[in-house]
């Protein structure tokens, strides 16, 4: 980084928090885009600078109808990455898209951090191999909250970024887990359990019976194996994976609302009193399972590589890319890369250290 | 088995099904084992014979209770295996049990099927290594049954048999899973799905690629990847996957309605009208979600063993043990397992069989 380094305990950064904006990102982009910039700006003020990257002559015009925004910047892009396109090819084909130019003024050290809603799998690759990994980390994870019965999230990783881990990556993604729990959420030597089908330390398959040793001796408050049950329980802060699992179970889980309201429109239709009572319901039960759906939640975190990116629901709407926006510089300031390196270096655990 | 080949197509027995109850399973044994032996003769009839296997102090005053009940007999067995015994040492070390002798019984072709609200694991392991597999079939597996927008559900499996599967595995969990939803639930060449990360061929993990291929000329009705959003929207009829993450999904799921209601109870607690509406709503919501735990819907087929066993939730009631009767009494009727030898010999899909 280019900046003279502060000699305050914690804000490693002193100066505005340079966000990197993909303007094209999300289904609905540049608007949403647009608009959840200024709502950022509007609450952060002169702790950031907002750079939004894509099609100028889509994003200028949209950014001038909106007065009292002199700290966007705009930085023009003529390619769009598609929620289909192959991940792992952008970084070769596609260094024109919105997606590549954002991650690689990251990576020049011209912004402190990236925030897209566009192709997660693409954000993850081409922030992987552009920016490189933090050192010690075997493979950068994403992570994702789920509402627990105790009221206190849980954080599922990994959720999709590696299928096929090995013990090793478990281990880390449970360091890197913790690092941001303990610094984001607030949450002081978190606990974390090894998702299984049974509790009893020998259970489950080779990878998660070498990974159960590996993550008693990694620094971090393991307690032990837990189960699909647990999630929702709020057994634990955070419950560690395999991508594979971890991708089905978080799909799996953002499925239930339509489902449920399919149910429940199948019941509302034998009958006045049916409709009126699922009528009342309808807000109480979206609200209970809307923090399943990251979308709502306003972005998870790509952990473990060498930058800050954070990564959200291609239907994000301008408060979610705000709140996105808020997250990474919150990450910056609070120096999680700096911090995961340190507890990768030192097993004894993220908290046990003079942070 | 000792009795005589019928001549008649489908019904290989003319004569009543043998049933034994593993009558000291559940958590309330044996009284709603009873209770379960009883309301299932009311409806068999002279169709089935049942067997309770237990305690015999315990079990025969329970009967004497009830009139009308010749056709139970009583076996005793006097010990029983917990919940949280290891599955694997029954077959050596509790052989006076419940559950080993009455599947002993079965082994010896004194009974046709086994029942129990018991150790899950358990059963699976001493079915498995007592009466052995049907011939082709590389493990025995464990479905269950998930509720869908369609109506029509889904069959999951594996969900816990088998860890680490094998490409082979899968493809015959595909197999074994089709006969069972083609005879016992009536669809015809139901469609297949393989539980993956995406849907594109190339996803996954090394196995979940490998059986890509294995299940595209196995017979099945294979009809590609599926994402976990795929089993609650009812995409297919049958979800493939090793037993770790259909284990996790599974416990998952089951745990939605507890969640569901300690969210709705907070909600309830903030006034008089959302206490009445949660309460008119409560009846509502656990019957949306019955289904997804297995103890309603009165237990899951162990398929692939010599034999017929179907497991139940330990807290199985007196109707779920019941249902759980008339499924083994339907299994053997039908000729599931017959009929999945039938179809891993001939690779042509079990349907394009003359059954």
């Known amino acids: 980084m280019p900046d003279a380094v502060s000699s305050a305990p914690l804000p490693t950064h002193s100066r505005p928090v340079r966000v990197v904006l993909d303007a094209m990102g999300g289904d609905h982009a540049p608007s949403n885009e647009v608009q959840g910039a200024i709502l950022a700006l509007k609450e952060l003020g002169s702790n950031v600078e907002l750079i939004l990257v894509g099609r100028e002559g889509d994003v200028t015009p949209l950014l001038a109808k909106h ?31 919105s997606l590549y130019v954002g991650l690689e003024l990251m990576r020049q050290g011209l912004a402190d951090a990236f925030v897209s809603a566009g192709n997660t799998g693409g954000v993850m690759a081409t922030a992987t191999m552009l920016c490189g990994r933090i050192p010690g980390v075997s493979r950068p994870t994403i992570g994702s909250f789920f509402p627990t019965k105790t009221g206190r999230p849980t954080l599922l990783l990994d959720v999709g970024a590696n299928v096929d881990s090995k013990p090793k990556f478990l ?36 990878v998660t019976r070498e990974a159960y040793g590996m993550l008693q001796t990694n620094g971090v408050n393991f307690v032990g194996n837990v189960e699909g049950r647990d999630i929702l329980a709020g057994t634990v802060d955070i419950v560690v994976c395999d991508g594979f699992e971890g991708n089905i179970v978080l799909k799996f889980a953002e499925s239930i609302l339509g489902f449920l309201k ?33 979308q709502e939640y306003g972005g998870v975190p790509l ?24 997250r990474a510089v919150e990450m910056v300031r609070k120096d999680v890369n700096g911090t995961i390196q340190k507890a990768l270096a030192t097993p004894t655990g993220p908290s046990k250290e003079p942070v």
Do not use: C, W
């Open 171 to 206: 281990s880390d993604y449970a360091v890197m887990g913790s690092v941001y729990t303990e610094l984001m959420i607030g949450i002081s030597r978190p606990t974390v359990g090894l998702l299984n089908v049974g509790e009893e330390e020998g259970k489950g398959t080779e």
């Open 67 to 97: 007065q009292g925004s002199p700290s966007i910047r705009v930085v023009h892009a003529p390619d769009v990455v598609g929620m289909g396109d192959e991940p792992s090819s952008i970084v070769k084909t596609r260094r024109e898209s």
């Open 303 to 326: 952990l473990g590589i060498n930058g800050v990116a954070i990564i959200g629901h291609g239907s994000s709407s301008p408060l979610a890319l705000s709140n996105m926006i808020k």
């Open 262 to 294: 399919d149910r429940f429109r199948a019941y509302a239709d034998r009958g006045l009193v049916q409709k009126l009572l699922i009528g009342a319901f309808r807000p109480v039960l979206k609200s209970a399972l809307r923090d399943m759906d990251y």
